[in-house]
């Protein structure tokens, strides 16, 4: 003969609450356990603020410089410096020179940065003899004044003669 299986039915009170197991799954009456809310999400990863780059100081136009010197030659009491720039680069070229360094030649370049920077300025050994590029430094003294130091100094001023 062929018998099904009843579900078993129990049922019993503990501390004023009332328990039916019957197939295989719990049923309460008592009311459903809090269930705590979800944890918020986390937010995706805010990456480390970036310190801007200090912005470069536009020196492109006409200068006029004085403190030039050419050993044995005469050496005009201002010159007059166009200098150019892309980007960072700076071009120093002497429109009106003198005998060590003339008119056309490059008389410092570098990159600006900062109120000091590094450069190479051009020199001789007076009137006539080969040009050579050295260290020297230049400081921007002012909105419209700078000086190159190289073992002497040079002031230059932005602007008209």
């Not at 410089?65 to 120093?92: N, R």
Request: with cysteine; glycine share 8%; proline share 15%.
């Amino acid at each position: 003969m062929n018998r099904q299986p009843r579900p078993a039915t129990l049922a019993v009170a503990i501390t004023g609450m009332a328990f039916s197991l019957s197939a295989c799954y719990l049923q309460t009456t008592a009311p459903p356990p809090a269930v705590p809310p979800a944890p918020p999400p986390v937010p995706a990863a805010v990456p480390a603020a970036t310190p801007a780059p200090e912005p470069v100081a536009s020196l492109a136009g006409t200068w006029f410089a004085s403190g030039f010197t050419c050993p044995g030659a005469y050496v005009p009491p201002e010159e007059e410096i166009s200098i150019t720039q892309d980007g960072p680069l700076a071009i120093a070229i002497k429109v009106i020179g003198d005998d060590c360094v003339p008119a056309g030649a490059i008389t410092w370049r570098g990159n600006v940065a900062g109120t000091s920077f590094p450069v190479q300025v051009q020199v001789s050994n007076g009137p006539r003899t080969p040009l050579r590029f050295r260290d020297a430094t230049v400081t921007l003294t002012g909105p419209d004044t700078l000086e190159l130091s190289a073992g002497w100094k040079v002031r230059f001023r932005k602007g008209k003669r």
